[in-house]
């Protein structure tokens, strides 16, 4: 590393960038180690506060605070810029500049509560040469890499659109991108354009931009790429639920320049986080002998059928809704249909909805008479049973349990609070428990359904991502404590969530909304198993079936699940929005591909 300081500025030199901070300038200029532009950075952040917006009055000049020697040159070096805040007594951005990222955050004293953090943007007046107002950051780059899929027909976009990494989904506009929640803190970026192939990668390097975020400290719900023209920022959402006494240091923002492709950014992101102690001890093991993990069981590996896209299937033909055809007599006709082809997974997913209300774990008895006896008859099969959860549905709960609007509704399920925590726990010794129903495990959907809104109230101080980990915590650890080789599915492929999972969902392949004919899912879903691998591979991956245009993109995903992951199938007889049958073709292939996967499994002792 090179460093430079004089009357022009502060300059720093490594073998993966250039960052020059002109003085007198508020942006630093961001290059490549070859001198090609990346970005002109705004060193005037905001971080707003309830009762009032920040803005950056006056920026002092730059500190070169330390540098690191060794034995080859300096290793790293820190630069802090002092300004002045109209929301705080101080306030101060700190860059660190290591020889392949840097890494800049912001520290805060006062007092507040915080709504926003901008990064790389924010209102300043602080040079009346530039005049005053919003002030983001110049790109160099055309295209954008989110790992949260959004738009399923494409994996990358034009950068000058904006692109969000949330807990915060569903239904409506904007709102279709919950199918990781959430996805790991990492955008990435390319200078090319976007290719006219929606699942090519543009030529790198590329350059990449993480959180690295102390745990505990995860109070946002989203963390948003915002662009407009040539410019761009990043945002995190605290919506009003951070409160600040003294003093408050946020996530740090890391750039990773010089990386060859988003997937290994992704895996770069990870290896930080590790580095920096920033993981759970169970997120930070792979399954070993010494890992703090629990030990994968072999049946983990069986392909799994879970009921949803037969009872949708069903639900079509009747014009009832999906959730209405699950039941005890409709499973038996699954079951059989597929035992009569010669298809028998290792693992059943009973799914939408089982129970008699979404907050309960008790089944509902004139849909399923005997569950812990239809249970126990899989088990003597030599079958496995996990029982589909829908996180946050505060439906049966007493509303003092739950989070609420102003108006005193409840949005969702509190896991702060201490009594809905215990009736929780005693849900999973229902579900699970030797006691209970027996079941062998939970696949744990629509946690996209975070609560979020400065509106909202819930009981503890958790809130975003640290609320959603307090949830899938306590679904996790309160399945093993019912059943100690428990498998707890979820769609976190987020490494701050390694420590509440076994496995992770790929999830949905297309939005039921835009289902195209031709849209290639095999592709889709290979680029999801990527991020996953990448971001979280000390968990096994759930390949998904659900939902495809036809017959024809079903078969081909069937086929190459198992080189993703756990091989996953949603139907029986029919498939696709047309409800084409299955034919015998399709079941033999499902008898080979399945047989072939159990054979290589039980020759690498289940390693992937």
Known sequence: MELAQDEAGISVRTRTYRLRLPAGRPFAVLEDAAGEPWAELAL?????????????????????????????????????????????????????CGEDDLQLGLEVQGGGTITDLHMLAGYSSADARYGSGWFPSERHFETLFSPEPHGPERIIQPAAGGAAIDIVGGQGPGRGHWFFTPAPFCFAFARPAPPADPYGLPAGP?????????????????????????????????????????????????????????????????????????????????????????????WWYEPIFCGWGAQVHLAGRSESRGPDMCSQERYDGFMATLDAAGVKPGTVVIDDKWQLAYGHGRADEE??????????????????????????????????????????????????????????????????????????????????????????????????????????????????????????????????????????????????????????????????????????????????????????????????????GVPCLYFTDHVGLLGEPLEEADYRMLRDTWGAYRVAMASSNGAR
């Open 206 to 298: 590329w350059l990449a931009a993480g959180l690295l975020t102390s745990p505990g400290e995860h109070g946002f719900t989203s963390f948003a790429y915002e662009a407009a023209e040539d410019t761009w920022g990043l945002r995190l959402s605290y919506e009003g639920k951070t409160h600040v006494s003294d003093t408050w240091r946020s996530p740090r923002l890391v750039l990773m320049p010089g990386q060859a492709d988003p997937y290994a950014a992704l895996g770069r992101h990870r290896e930080l986080l590790l580095e920096q102690g920033l993981l759970p001890t169970a997120a930070a093991t792979t399954d070993g002998a010494d890992s703090v993990r629990p030990a994968r069981a072999a």
């Open 367 to 564: 849909r399923w008479p005997d569950l812990s006896g239809w249970i126990a008859q899989r088990h003597a099969g030599g079958q496995r049973v996990l029982l589909w959860w829908k996180a946050w549905d505060p439906e049966g709960l007493p509303v003092q349990w739950c989070v609420t609007n102003a108006a005193g509704r409840a949005v969702a399920a509190d896991p702060s609070h201490p009594a809905y925590e215990a009736h929780l726990r005693a849900q999973l010794d229902l579900m699970l428990g030797a006691d209970g129903y027996d079941a062998d495990g939970l696949k744990i959907d629509f946690t996209a359904q975070s609560p979020t809104g400065p509106g909202l109230r819930c009981h503890g101080p958790e809130w975003g991502i640290e609320l959603l980990h307090r949830l899938l915590r306590i679904l996790y650890e309160g399945s093993k404590a019912a059943k100690a080789d428990a498998l707890v599915v979820a769609h976190a492929t987020n490494p701050y969530f390694g420590d509440v999972a076994d496995m992770v969902r790929l999830n949905d392949m297309l939005r039921l909304e835009r289902i195209r004919p031709g849209t290639d899912v095999v592709r889709q879903m290979r680029h999801r198993a990527r991020v996953a691998a990448a971001a979280c591979p000390e968990l096994l991956i759930d390949t998904d079936d659900w939902q495809v245009p036809d017959r024809a993109a079903w078969r081909a995903y069937a086929e190459v699940q198992p080189s993703l």
């Open 44 to 96: 005037a952040w905001s971080v707003h506060r309830l009762d009032m917006l920040d803005e950056t009055a006056a920026l002092g000049p730059p500190e070169l605070r330390q540098q690191q020697a060794t034995g080859e040159g300096i290793a790293r070096a820190s630069i802090r810029l002092p300004s002045t805040s109209s929301a705080w007594r101080a306030k101060t951005l700190v860059i660190e």
